[in-house]
């Protein structure tokens, strides 16, 4: 095939739509590959995106430009193998991310470093696999923000806020797995596949609160809302390893004051929020990074974190995808951009 075909968007807000547009296929620089995509997973951060979240900070990393095409994750076949690239063939099924760009995953063909890519195992499928890499990546990132490991929260407590979402239930399987009683807070809907991810305690937001809660936990894990930051903080024990969180204000803080006066903002409300952790406690504000040993790692349990429903769309549809996440409907939406 020698023509791709892109999702993409020309401006940011409702009054863009999503369009289909063709172009030449791209050719693999030194130590990338070119993947035909199966599937490329549609997250809340691409929903943002598109409505101009995060774009001032973006624009410096030439990542907000028109024609722009969002998405980060994708499984598919690799179909061009470039210069000094090595363990990887055209032929190859393959899964992995690419950091924010204008060139995303929302394609039928993406350029991507092979650093970033790994062999798909072959007891998932390609819709489900292509769900994982950007919120596992964002959640072992939060375990090392927050001091998280075995011999940091084996045999004790550690709360996960938000989660029933993406990020969340990966962290309650992951924490279940390191030894670590957890206690899920979300919303009801989701609480069943915390319990079944390995939860020991549930807590539907919507009818506890945070303040009821013992101060006892080794870790806290903020993937909801940032205005709960202050009382998660609150919760640490003494000797607790630290709290991370992935909704912090730092694009919002640029987004709302520019770039001198955002920068100053962050810095003021990371500081007054890491001085509430108990001493030798970590605190770290989490953003998403491609890392190479992480994607591998994935690759050897990624069928144990497969989510519990999908929702797929054919290309055509990737409208309707989008608007799947941004109200938030039951199962992870996924773009099969070979259905055009």
């Known amino acids: 095939m020698n023509t791709a075909c892109l999702a993409t968007i020309n401006g940011f807000g409702d009054a863009f739509a999503l369009a289909l547009r063709s172009t030449p296929c791209p050719e693999p620089g030194p130590r990338e590959i070119v993947v035909q995509v199966e599937a490329a ?35 598919g076949t690799v179909c061009a193998v470039g210069r000094g690239v090595t363990g990887l063939r055209e032929g190859d099924a393959v899964f992995g991310v690419k950091p924010p760009s204008n060139a995303g995953t929302h394609a039928t063909h993406v350029t991507v470093r092979a650093e970033h890519v790994c062999l798909s195992p072959p007891s998932i499928s390609a819709e489900a696999l292509s769900t994982l890499p950007y919120n596992f990546l964002t959640v072992t990132r939060a375990f090392t923000d927050a001091g998280i490991s075995r011999e940091t929260v084996k045999g004790r407590h550690v ?46 937001r919507h009818r506890q609160s945070l303040a009821a809660l013992p101060r006892h936990f080794a870790a806290t894990l903020n993937f909801a809302s940032w205005e709960d930051e202050t009382e998660l903080l609150r919760l640490l024990a003494p000797d607790a390893a630290g709290h991370a969180t992935t909704v912090h204000p730092l694009l919002g803080n640029f987004d709302r004051l520019g770039l001198l006066a955002g920068g100053v903002a962050t810095l003021i409300d990371k500081r007054d929020r890491r001085r509430m952790t108990p001493k030798n406690s970590r605190y770290g504000w989490t953003i998403f990074r491609p890392n190479s040993s992480a994607l591998l790692a994935l690759s050897h349990c990624a069928a144990a974190l497969a989510p519990p429903s999908l929702k797929t769309f054919a290309f055509t549809q990737a409208e309707q995808a989008y608007l799947h ?14 259905q055009i």
């Open 159 to 204: 709360l996960v806020h938000g989660a029933t979402g993406g990020l969340g239930q990966i962290a309650v399987r992951l924490l279940h797995g390191l030894g670590a009683t957890v206690t899920a807070v979300g919303g009801s809907d989701g609480l069943d596949a915390c319990r079944a991810g390995g939860a020991d305690e549930l807590m539907d």
């Open 325 to 338: 996440v941004k109200q938030r409907r039951p199962g992870r939406a996924v773009l099969l951009p070979g």
């Open 41 to 75: 997973a549609v997250n809340p951060i691409d929903v943002r995106r598109r409505d101009g979240y995060g774009r001032r900070l973006f624009s410096l990393m030439g990542a907000a430009r028109m024609p722009l095409v969002l998405g980060n994750d994708f499984a």
